[in-house]
């Protein structure tokens, strides 16, 4: 670029050209002419027109403009009186080349999470020309195989997250129904009963038909609602949700340890998908056509664990030699199992059925002393007898179904099955452990026998004491009774 202006000597020398002192004068006077090019004003633009009218030659001239155009550029520094112009020749400054070497890269194909993204992630090309070492890292590969399992078990956790809440919410509406029933029934009951009595009291006429006919009605709608009633049994729908939710959210937190310990299988996809079916099965949402039966012929504990009982459960610490197994372990192992056939689950089953045959007389009688008390009131007027049966069925009805339901003895008929099914499940799960022959396969000895001692509510010096008793008391091998419980718990 060469600059041109009108030639003002300045004392330097007779030609008005000025030579370079140093290069710092040349970026002082370089600078200007990029301010020229970005804030250009009446004279700038004029300077400009010189400049790419001398852009070809190969020498820069530089020659200050008029005292306007200085004062204009350098009025915050210095104010001039007089007009001082002068002619540079200035180097052309040469360009600097400035270019980053261009870095190929290539995707790395379905990179697979563990939470089931899946996208492309540029990584630097391992050319080995190129390396410098600090790009040598390689994406871990992870198998489609165990990326589809953990999908899949994800799914079942996500199903078994809304069964929990589906289960809690019906457990709350049935306890609501048990409790509206019995009070409306009871009500009903008692009115009924009253009207009767009124009847009998030396009404006549219109208000004793009007009374008698009141007071069979309501007696007749009491019979009917505790015929539904005790059928459905409230109480005892409602603790099988209670119990649903509870198993649901054991095995919401077994899935997430499983996600959380390693890499899921398709085995453990299938334990977890059967476990949820089988609790689906034991414990069911609808009351038509599913509904557990309330009064069977005989009393059997619960069942929800997958039958057979395959435990696909890995072993938590991986011991050397037996596993943390030895003939000790196994023997008290045997030895709580046994303790638990004789005492735990015959004694739940023994008052299983017994709360079920209370239950069935509790049920069938309230119904019965209703339809007393209607057919009672219905004769009310034609002897004191007839009176009498009315008020007294219905106190009696009253009273059974306060007895029933507000006791929940459905409630405690579903409690009993429960317990007599943790204690079956207990000893299937220890059974299974001991028959299998690779130590190597079973969970590790130590932990299972913690988890033992857990379930029923004993610590491990309390569960190698009940072991000892029975293998050192001869009215044991005789086949007598045991005096102690296995579960502390129940």
């Not at 820069?60 to 550029?73: C, E, G, I, P, V």
């Not at 059967?274 to 069977?296: C, H, N, S, T």
């Not at 106190?395 to 009993?416: P, R």
């Not at 690779?438 to 004491?465: F, H, P, T, W, Y």
Request: proline share 4%.
């Amino acid at each position: 670029m060469n600059f041109e202006a009108d030639k003002y000597s300045n004392g330097v020398n007779g030609s008005g050209q000025q030579p370079l002192a140093n290069d710092l004068h040349c970026w002082l006077l370089y600078i200007p002419s990029i301010i020229f090019l970005h804030f250009p004003s009446s004279t700038s633009l004029h300077t400009y027109k010189l400049i790419k009218e001398t852009k070809k030659s190969k020498k820069f001239l530089y020659s200050m403009t008029s005292l306007q155009a200085s004062s204009f550029l350098f009025s915050s520094t210095c104010s001039c009186s007089t007009r001082t112009h002068a002619a540079i020749t200035v180097a052309k400054l040469p360009r600097i080349p400035f270019s980053a070497p261009k870095i190929p890269l290539k995707p790395v194909e379905d990179l697979n999470l563990r939470d089931g993204f899946k996208g492309k992630i540029p990584l630097e090309n391992n050319d080995p020309a190129n390396s410098t070492g600090l790009d040598q890292y390689e994406a871990p590969i992870i198998s489609t195989t165990s990326t589809t399992a953990t999908a899949k078990l994800y799914a079942i956790l996500e199903a078994v997250g809304d069964r929990v809440e589906m289960h809690g919410n019906i457990g709350e509406q049935r306890d609501n129904w048990n409790k509206l029933l019995m009070n409306s029934i009871n009500m009903i009951t008692l009115t009924a009963a009253t009207m009767a009595g009124v009847a009998a009291g030396g009404a006549a006429g219109a208000p004793l038909l009007a009374l008698k006919l009141s007071s069979t009605l309501l007696f007749s709608a009491a019979t009917g609602m505790s015929i539904i009633m005790n059928k459905i049994q409230p109480s005892q729908l409602a603790e099988e949700q209670r119990n649903a939710t509870r198993l649901f959210k054991q095995l919401y937190s077994q899935i997430k340890n499983t996600l959380a310990a390693h890499d899921p299988t398709d085995t453990d996809v299938e334990d977890a998908m059967d476990r949820v079916l089988a609790l689906d099965e034991a414990y069911p949402l609808p009351l038509l056509g599913k509904m557990i039966e309330k009064f069977p012929e005989k009393f059997e504990p619960a069942v929800w664990w997958p039958q057979p009982n395959k435990s696909h459960s890995r072993k938590h610490v991986k011991a050397e030699g037996k596993n943390g197994w030895s003939e000790d372990v196994e023997e008290e192992m045997r030895a709580v199992i046994e303790v638990i056939k004789r005492k735990d689950s015959e004694d739940y089953m023994r008052l299983g059925n017994l709360a079920l045959k209370v239950n069935k007389i509790l049920a069938v009688s309230g119904p019965l002393l209703t339809a007393i008390a209607a057919a009672g009131s219905a004769f009310v007027g034609h002897g004191s007898w007839a009176a009498i049966v009315a008020v007294t069925a219905g106190a009696l009805a009253s009273t059974v179904n306060t007895l029933e339901h507000g006791g929940q003895v459905g409630m405690v008929v579903e409690m009993y099955r429960n317990c007599a099914g943790f204690f079956i499940l207990l000893e299937e799960s220890i059974e299974s452990t001991i028959q299998e022959k690779d130590l190597e396969e079973r969970e590790d000895g130590e932990i299972s026998e913690m988890n033992v001692a857990l379930k029923l509510g004993r610590s491990l010096s309390q569960l190698r004491d009940l072991a000892r008793k029975p293998s050192s008391s001869s009215s044991h091998l005789d086949g007598s009774t045991i005096d102690e419980f296995a579960s502390k718990l129940f």
